[in-house]
């Protein structure tokens, strides 16, 4: 979106700004994404000249402006007080809620932190009417939502849909099946940290609540596809380690735990008494699943 549509996102984030009373909005990117720090900087200068940001947005009396900022790459930086810290030029580690952002954010300041999904579904629904946005989708889980599809896929890619097709529609219709043509094994869906959907669940609707109700996430509709040879304790073994490596340290369960999880799991595969092993890694995924600060570590079992 940042990179195709810039002006949605400054036009949502005016809109919100001037809902709110906020003067100052920040769009933090990754510096991995390049493409998208430049679209939007270059983006911002022209809708300043515009006059759709500044003192007057539009002519109102209603203030508001906009600055990119570049963050250096750490995962935990998304979520939101990370996000916070990390915008105040300190450590991107995760803050302890309450106080919730909305009522002491930035600079301790009352903020709002939305998706760029979100901030972007605004304007659409400001301009063609509510009963065009609800008009796609199913149940709560509205409007379409860019899926990106990778790994052992025919057609990997980003594709916009509207919410309601079933995962298993998205991998065959849309991604044409696995590129290796055999039976798919599993679907991750949500990231590295999303969980791995197997065939006898790839009837569930694309819905956030449907996915939360079969404990996983749609986050931001990234889906790798897996076939019938992929090595799932390898997969398990890489989102310990993912975690261990993009950890924040605040929080035990997570800092700790996801160190224990690769060791376990590394015993796992070397066959070192394994029903032990097992038992052990699932009481670890439970203390992390349910004692962990953030998601982060609390999605990563
Ligand atoms: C570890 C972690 C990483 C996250 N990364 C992102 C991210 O890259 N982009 C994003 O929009 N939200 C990310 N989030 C979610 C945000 O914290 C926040 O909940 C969300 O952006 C709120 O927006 P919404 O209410 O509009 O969905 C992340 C959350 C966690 C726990
Ligand atoms: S779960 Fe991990 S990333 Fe989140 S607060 Fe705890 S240590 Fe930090």
Known sequence: IMEGDPFVLIEGMAIAGVATGATKGFV???????????????????ARQAGLLGVNVLGSPNAFDMEIRVGAGAYVCGEETSLLNSLEGKRGVVRAKPPLPAIQGLFGKPTVINNVISLTSVPVIMDKGAAFYKDFGMGRSR????????????????????????????????GGGTATGRPVKAVQVGGPLGAYFPRSLLDTPFDYEAFAAKDGLIGHAGITVFDDTADMLKQARFAMEFCAVESC?????????????????????????????IELVTDLCNTMKFGSLCALGGFTP
Not at 28 to 46: D, F, G, L, W
Not at 251 to 275: H, L, N, Y
């Open 28 to 46: 933090y990117i990754r510096s991995e994404y390049p493409h998208a720090v430049a679209m939007m900087q270059k983006a911002v200068e022209v």
């Open 249 to 277: 340290g605040k929080c035990t369960p997570c800092r700790i735990g996801s160190t224990r999880g690769v060791e376990t799991i590394d015993r796992i595969a070397k066959g070192i008494e394994p029903d032990k092993q």
């Open 143 to 174: 409007g379409t939502i860019p899926i990106q599809i990778a790994g052992n896929v025919r057609y990997g890619g980003l594709f916009e849909a509207a919410f309601g097709m079933t995962l298993g529609e998205i991998v065959d219709d849309i």
